[in-house]
């Protein structure tokens, strides 16, 4: 009977988060960079992803959902559902000023099916594919004059996916997977201007820009996933992925009014685009890695993600943007297990994980590249049958204060739970 509720509770929730019409997401980055482009993407998978370093194109087990390489999903050998959220505080610093930002919220939902266990697995969800959150403020001097111009610019939003994957043994030991994912969002960047005089009061009539652009599209990944048996249960696996973008879909308004009313449609102003159709090009994702395994035990890896995006195009440009280039992402990780089967201690059947990232981010500043850092730790700890309450930390640095660029020094915090059953999937002995 317990099991049921749980199936339901689950399934309420995950419904529940297709239903509305409102979803409050946690930013997955607070970053100035995510001014760039279509702000800063998620590359390092869901909560115990995220505690190995983002490792999981070459790893995964039975009860944790794999969405960085759906050939991988194989492995689930049990009904799974995944939820999180997430918190991150971050302080961003330039050669004269710093500022403490934070936020958090819903960071992802997913499911997982074993439809023929070890052989074929469903698996369908909601994640975040990017995130922008950002203030930023530019005081200049107005030459020839005592006034100064402030410039406040605050952007927000991102894009979001729904996805539908699977993954199926082909050989033995040899899977493929697939996913077709329904991405969409929107980034918002409002731009407003005042003038100020000596003593930094306002003068005459604030102004603003508004600009948003909407996204809707499908974008397509493919994965493979090889387990060479060493014997004594020890396996050498190697993963790969291939993510399609390209050509995204949107469409922009933007206005320019006064200081409140260029976001609204219908007040005075002057719309510069009304709901204008067009596209954003974003490069192909390849990415490729190996883990040597020992099952209940230990498992460490590496894994690299490359996108060129020097060929990033923003919406309806006619050229790549200048202030993009190539990017990649290098991860070192691994998990530890004292005792799988230990009666009498819940911390001996609990997962330990750690895991270094280092990030060539894809933006540009000055024609200095931006370069993200961090340390990762994180722990799934047994709860009730075979679900987990998931943990994941992460303390890092991205870019820096010289040169005119901004650091950032940040720590993210991802809570989930995996709740996992296969009753669902076994005729049941004893009724």
Known sequence: MLKNKIHVAALIVFIGCFAT?????????????SSLGVGVFNNSGLTQNQGMGGMGISFGNSYSINHVNPAVSVKNTAY????????????AATELASEDLDGGGLSYVAMSFPVVPRKVTLGFGLNQLTGVDYNIIVNTPVAGTDLVSKNTIVGTGGLSQVYLQSGFQVYKNLSLGFEGAYTFGSTIRNNQLNLL?????????????????????????????????????????????YQIFGDVNGR?????????????????????????SGNVFIPAKLGYG????????????????????????AFNASSPSGNMGKAFKFS???????????LESLLSRSTIRAGIE?????????????????????????????????????AGKRGTVNDGLVRENYIKVSLGLSINDNSWFYKKVFE
């Open 21 to 33: 019409h409102h979803i409050s997401y946690g930013q997955l980055s607070s970053s100035t960079y």
């Open 80 to 91: 799974g559902f995944q939820a999180a959220l997430n918190y991150n505080k971050l302080t």
């Open 197 to 241: 005089d000596t003593d930094l009061n306002s003068v005459g009539i604030s102004s603003e820009y508004y600009e948003r652009l909407t996204f809707s599209d499908v974008v397509f990944k493919g994965g493979a996933y090889y387990a060479q048996p060493l014997g004594n249960q020890q396996y050498l696996n190697i993963g790969a992925i």
């Open 252 to 276: 922009e308004f933007a206005k320019v009014a006064e200081s409140g009313q260029a976001s609204i449609p219908n007040s005075d102003g002057d719309v510069i685009a009304d709901n204008v």
């Open 290 to 313: 190996v883990t040597y395994e020992k099952i209940n035990k230990f498992a460490v890896g590496l894994e690299a993600q490359f996108q060129d995006f020097s060929s990033f195009r």
């Open 332 to 342: 070192l990780g691994g998990q530890y297990i004292p005792n799988a089967f230990s």
């Open 358 to 394: 280092y990030e060539r981010l894809p933006f540009q500043v000055n024609q200095k590249n931006v370069d993200d850092i961090g340390i990762n730790f994180g722990t799934s700890i047994p709860i009730y049958s075979m679900s987990l309450l998931n943990l994941a930390l992460k």
